[in-house]
């Protein structure tokens, strides 16, 4: 899956343009959304993120996806689920210290982040601690109930 994971680095930019426009489709099918209920909705959707996210990004499902700061570098398949910048054990030929067959996945987010620079190097943006209550939940939907201000949204015990 690595290889997916790097080509989808390399390919940031169009792909996080893609996802802006399958954001923009949801927020517009949200009322419908709404009426059929999250939580109904929420394993369908886990799976589409599996064939979809999954796939293109090797996403781990954490159900608070930070893709968009990490240049599509899901920070989840570092071995230390390091969520703000690499730990000090990074190989001088970037790979990682745990696992030295492939990249390290804060180095993969630098590069990401480079190609989305007219975003504003969103890779500063310091990150909360992960919720583990959301892992395997859907990152879509939880981020489309952010968006359009669903208060239950905000705790993590509707989901
Ligand atoms: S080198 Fe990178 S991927 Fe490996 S454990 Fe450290 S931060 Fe995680």
């Not at 968009?68 to 990074?90: H, I, Q």
């Not at 395997?136 to 669903?150: C, I, N, V």
């Amino acid at each position: 899956m690595s290889r997916t994971r790097y080509w989808s680095v390399r390919n940031a930019r169009w792909l996080k343009t893609l996802y802006a426009s399958v954001e923009w489709l949801l927020i517009k099918a949200n009322p419908l959304l709404q009426k059929i209920g999250y939580e109904r909705l929420d394993r369908p959707f886990v799976r589409i993120e599996k064939m979809t996210k999954g796939v293109l990004l090797d996403s781990q499902s954490c159900g608070q996806c930070i893709v968009s700061f990490t240049g599509l570098s899901c920070p989840m398949n570092c071995p230390k689920a390091m969520r703000n910048g690499p730990c000090g054990g990074v190989r001088d030929d970037g790979t990682c210290e745990v696992k030295p067959d492939m990249k390290c996945v804060w180095v993969l987010a630098w590069e990401g982040n480079k190609r989305l620079s007219n975003d504003g190097y969103p890779i500063q943006v310091v990150q909360p601690p992960m919720d583990h209550r959301l892992i395997g939940h859907s990152a879509w939907l939880r981020e489309l109930r952010l968006k359009t201000r669903d208060p239950a949204a905000a705790s993590s015990d509707e989901i």
